[in-house]
């Protein structure tokens, strides 16, 4: 007999990941990500790609997201640079509420896969995101 009520799908990931991984970026907001960095004793630099220097969150560095003029595929080579310049360092993608999404030729998810780097998107609030896992430490 067929099925008429809906399935019990959830659309957020139903297990977190311990750390973001190269190729596997994680969502936490702003506060989750400073106490998880504390807690696992970052040294590493970190830069914030958002849409407005001042929205840049405790001493990360800045990476500019949207630039008037510049289209999505300048955002893409400045980002480009960015990796090369620091090869060790840790991207945080600002999604958070009002923040303008970076402008990208690449969809998000693909480009962010493909820079092979830890990277962390921070939302507004990390149960919402469907597309990431949330980043939760196991201690």
Same mark, same amino acid.
């Given at each position: 007999?067929?099925?008429?009520?809906?399935?019990? $799908?959830? @659309?957020?990931?139903?297990?977190?990941?311990?750390?973001?991984?190269?190729?596997?970026?994680?969502?936490?907001?702003?506060?989750?990500?400073?106490?998880?960095?504390?807690?696992?004793?970052? +040294?590493?630099?970190?830069?914030?790609?958002?849409?407005?220097?001042?929205?840049?969150?405790?001493?990360?560095?800045?990476?500019?997201? $949207?630039?008037?003029?510049?289209?999505?595929?300048?955002?893409?080579?400045? *980002?480009?640079?960015?990796?090369?310049?620091?090869?060790?360092?840790?991207?945080?993608?600002?999604?958070?509420?009002? $923040?303008?999404?970076?402008?990208?030729?690449?969809?998000?998810? @693909? *480009?962010?896969?493909?820079?092979?780097?830890?990277?962390?998107?921070?939302?507004?609030? +990390?149960?919402?995101?469907?597309?990431?896992?949330?980043?939760?430490?196991?201690?």
């Amino acid at each position: 007999m067929r099925r008429k009520e809906p399935l019990g $799908v959830t @659309k957020t990931w139903e297990y977190p990941l311990p750390m973001p991984m190269p190729g596997r970026p994680v969502c936490c907001t702003e506060a989750e990500a400073l106490d998880q960095l504390r807690k696992i004793e970052f +040294s590493e630099r970190i830069f914030l790609w958002t849409d407005n220097e001042r929205r840049t969150i405790s001493d990360w560095g800045f990476l500019a997201s $949207v630039r008037q003029g510049v289209p999505p595929l300048g955002i893409e080579a400045e *980002l480009n640079a960015w990796l090369t310049q620091y090869p060790t360092a840790w991207l945080a993608v600002d999604l958070r509420a009002g $923040v303008i999404p970076p402008s990208t030729q690449t969809p998000l998810a @693909k *480009l962010l896969e493909n820079t092979k780097r830890n990277v962390l998107i921070i939302v507004s609030s +990390s149960s919402d995101n469907e597309e990431w896992p949330q980043w939760k430490l196991p201690f």
